[in-house]
């Protein structure tokens, strides 16, 4: 059974603070995405990753690749309110299977 | 503005009753897909699609059924609802290998 594990499971820190959330498996993925996903709301994709040590950014978000494909970081720099949300990690691993780790919840408080 | 429209946002229903959850995207995606998902939990594969005519069950084994008239259009049923239902219902459709594009989702409560 193919697993993606993420932690810290919980987060709660405050505005302005920065953050590394994780993403880890034994399986090699073709690529691995990241997702935001608000209470009441569908995830919203944020960045797909495709090469092995691949770093991309997205404005304060900086996201890594590991360079066996096998696990990602996301780290938040100056963390605001509005980045408050549940952050999932995807790995694809063939055309037609992704995987879902179970979520970092973090809470960015004022 | 959204892409994948899902219907209703909510719904409260009896026991027994059936009900289908209603899936449109208007982006010509192939593959598209339904997860369940409790509040802050992770998702879970229920069903997915790779074009018309074409459905699969996911790894989660749901009493639902689904179906692949139109590229456009993945509905999904449930025949007799029951408590043990009450969910949160993602659909999502891909091209390719370029991610997810999820609905708001439907929010499911059967009383």
């Known amino acids: 059974t193919q697993l993606l594990e993420q932690s810290p499971q919980f987060l709660s820190i405050q505005e302005g603070e920065n953050l590394t959330v994780y993403c880890n498996s034994s399986?090699?993925?073709?690529?691995l995405q990241w997702y935001r996903q608000e209470p009441g709301e569908g995830p919203v994709l944020l960045v797909t990753?495709?090469?092995?040590?691949e770093v991309k950014k997205l404005k304060r978000l900086t996201f890594q690749f590991g360079d066996a494909r096998k696990d990602s970081s996301l780290h938040i720099t100056a963390a605001q309110p509005g980045d408050t949300g549940l952050y999932l990690c995807?790995?694809?691993?063939?055309?037609?299977?992704?995987?879902f780790g179970p979520g970092t919840s973090l809470s960015v408080i004022p | 503005e959204a892409d994948i429209y899902q219907t209703p946002r909510y719904l409260v229903i009896g026991t027994g009753k059936k009900i289908t959850l209603e899936c449109s995207q208007t982006?010509?995606?192939?593959?598209m897909y339904w997860y369940q998902q409790d509040p802050g939990m992770e998702l879970h594969l229920i069903h997915y699609?790779?074009?018309?005519?074409?459905?699969e069950k996911g790894d989660l084994s749901s009493e639902s059924t689904v179906s692949r008239i139109r590229t456009e259009h993945f509905p999904l049923t449930l025949e007799s609802a029951r408590p043990s239902h009450t969910s949160q219902y993602l659909c999502?459709?891909?091209?390719?290998?370029?991610?997810?594009?999820f609905g708001s989702g439907t929010r499911l409560t059967v009383v």
């Open positions: 995807a790995g694809q691993t063939s055309y037609d299977k992704v995987i």
């Open positions: 399986s090699v993925f073709s690529s």
């Open positions: 990753v495709v090469t092995g040590g």
């Open positions: 982006m010509g995606h192939d593959k």
């Open positions: 699609s790779y074009g018309v005519n074409s459905t």
């Open positions: 999502a459709s891909m091209r390719g290998l370029s991610g997810y594009t």
